[in-house]
């Protein structure tokens, strides 16, 4: 079928939540996808940050096919081996001691609000439920998430909010110590903003709010949801600023393209997750932890880490060179190959310019386009993509 007829069938039956672009896509393979009609695109998207290892990973399949042929599913009623084998790696490459899984980005931060006001509960009684959260930020689209997601524009129509949730500027310790109240239970941030349009923490903020949350006796949340699993050049971003969070959320990127969430924490917090207190039917399924195991050991012993810190310093350097050129860009800024480049201008309108010349690149805003490529991206595919951007840029000026 051709991607015309295939479209007009989507538009008829989907819920049209999305802004679709106009291309049906159905092959990937390392960092390229093809459509309908054969089309071949190079992919800076790459899932918004869950393709990771680039598309289908030989690994990740092959571990999902064998997982496939063994267990599908059977319920968290029974352990399951996958789940273990994840939760282990996991605890053994973070700050963390215990995992609780779940499906998605929004899922896992669901459980982690539930976690900090259980724990809050738990140990300083009722009324302590309140969360501080950032301007900007991005925590997902149900309704806990989406009443911790400081962006008004995601909340119009959805009101009433769950209460308890105040937001502060990015990089303002004293906006947040003075918004903390005897209500506090924690505090929710993502390391590097993403949706919020690629915004980096001030040398000294992130050790500033840890010390400002353990001295006040409240959580810290780090959401890693887009940013861990590697993006940003190390396996999870706050290893790049040397302090550790209470939670930490994860998804996208964790099973290599297949639907998983997790929320990890420290054992004294994690305590407070008694049975019965949460769960997720489909949370920890064989073939997810089996794509996830796969997917995480290739993270660390493949050189995916390395490529993405060699890889981000050409894009960085390259992105420059534009910016140098073209004075509609005001600024580019990342860390690993999570990377944002903010126009004076609206830049939305280079999305379909580039996909016209074979590129899937994203905006987060009108003005700020976001490259999230695989990891395993290189020099020479950058450099396809730096030379369609310069002439699209020339065109503007
Ligand atoms: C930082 C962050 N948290 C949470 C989410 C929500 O994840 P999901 O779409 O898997 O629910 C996203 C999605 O973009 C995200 O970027």
Sequence with gaps: MKNDELIESSQAVLAQTYGRLPVVLVKGQGCKVWDAEGKEYLDFVAGIGVCNLGHCHPKVVQAICDQAGKLLHVSNLYHIEPQIQLGRLLTKHSFADRVFF?????????????????????????????????LKSFHGRTMASLAATGQDKFHKGFEPLMPGFKFVPLNDVEAMEGAITDSTCAVILEPIQAEGGVNLPAEGYLEAVRKLCSRRNLLLIFDEVQVGMGRTGKLLAYE????????????KGLAGGVPIGAMLAREEVAKSFTPGTHAATFGGNPLSCAAGVAALRVTLEDGILENCQRSSAHFLRRLSDLQQKYPFIQEVR?????????????AKSAVNECLKRGFLINCTSDTVM????PLIITPGEIDRLIAALDEIFSAWS
């Design 102 to 134: 779940c499906n998605s980005g929004t899922e896992a931060n669901e459980a982690a609000i539930k976690l900090a006001r259980k724990y809050s509960q738990d140990h300083f009684g009722p009324n302590r439920y309140g969360i501080i959260s950032l």
């Design 240 to 251: 790049h600023y040397g302090v550790a969070p209470d939670i930490m959320t994860m998804a």
């Design 334 to 346: 990342g860390k690993g190959l999570m990377i944002g480049m903010e126009f004076s201008r609206e």
């Design 370 to 373: 976001r490259f999230v490529p």
